[in-house]
């Protein structure tokens, strides 16, 4: 079914029927990888449908490139982070962590898709990035070559050029991609 069609056209009753196939394997899921009780996954799970919801209405979100569960799974994670935060626990979410995208988070099969769509997110995001920076990051993120190569390939002066301009064009891509997985939370 293409929900984000349903949505548009008017037809809410794919709401109900996305919380209904997705509540319990949210609630335990939430339960084992985060030690959300029942009540508090339940609201996350419900506010997560309707961030789902508004992100169609705005057209924020116009396709998937993921599954279903997958793009619901990963807007309930970063609600459960958010209220974690909210609870006084300390749990982080660093940028660093965004361009990490070739190693897996682990062997489950949701942390799998989980993981290809914030690199799918990155990739888009460092695509739109200008040519010097999209090849800095790749150079150092994917290729892993050090700053002093990196000077030489790209023509600047030192490794010290090098490594202001990685840390000028990381910062831009992190914030891309930060602002678009905050849209997934809200």
Same mark, same amino acid.
């Given at each position: 079914m293409d929900y984000i069609k349903e949505i548009k056209s008017g037809n809410e009753t794919v709401l109900v029927e996305l919380y209904k196939l997705y509540r319990n394997e949210f609630l335990n899921w939430s339960l084992i990888k985060y030690?959300?009780?029942?009540? #508090?996954?339940?609201?996350? %799970?419900? #506010?997560?449908?309707i961030a789902f919801y508004n992100n169609v209405k705005s057209e924020t979100l116009t396709h998937l490139t993921s599954d279903i569960k997958t793009y619901l799974f990963t807007i309930g994670k970063f609600k459960i982070i958010n209220f974690q935060k909210k609870q006084q626990r300390s749990v982080t979410f660093s940028d660093f962590d965004l361009l990490?995208?070739?190693?897996?988070?682990?062997?489950?099969?949701? #942390?799998?898709?989980?993981?290809e769509f914030i690199k799918d997110t990155v990739k888009k995001y460092l695509n739109e990035q200008c040519e010097d920076c999209k090849k800095v990051?790749?150079?150092?993120? %994917?290729? #892993?070559l050090d700053m002093k190569t990196i000077a030489l390939e790209m023509g600047y002066k030192n490794a010290d050029v090098a490594k202001k301009k990685k840390y000028e064009c990381f910062k831009k891509?992190?914030?891309m991609v930060r602002k678009n997985l905050t849209v997934l939370v809200f």
């Amino acid at each position: 079914m293409d929900y984000i069609k349903e949505i548009k056209s008017g037809n809410e009753t794919v709401l109900v029927e996305l919380y209904k196939l997705y509540r319990n394997e949210f609630l335990n899921w939430s339960l084992i990888k985060y030690k959300i009780n029942k009540e #508090d996954g339940k609201d996350i %799970f419900q #506010d997560t449908v309707i961030a789902f919801y508004n992100n169609v209405k705005s057209e924020t979100l116009t396709h998937l490139t993921s599954d279903i569960k997958t793009y619901l799974f990963t807007i309930g994670k970063f609600k459960i982070i958010n209220f974690q935060k909210k609870q006084q626990r300390s749990v982080t979410f660093s940028d660093f962590d965004l361009l990490k995208v070739n190693e897996p988070i682990n062997n489950e099969m949701l #942390d799998k898709e989980e993981n290809e769509f914030i690199k799918d997110t990155v990739k888009k995001y460092l695509n739109e990035q200008c040519e010097d920076c999209k090849k800095v990051l790749e150079l150092y993120y %994917f290729k #892993d070559l050090d700053m002093k190569t990196i000077a030489l390939e790209m023509g600047y002066k030192n490794a010290d050029v090098a490594k202001k301009k990685k840390y000028e064009c990381f910062k831009k891509l992190a914030e891309m991609v930060r602002k678009n997985l905050t849209v997934l939370v809200f």
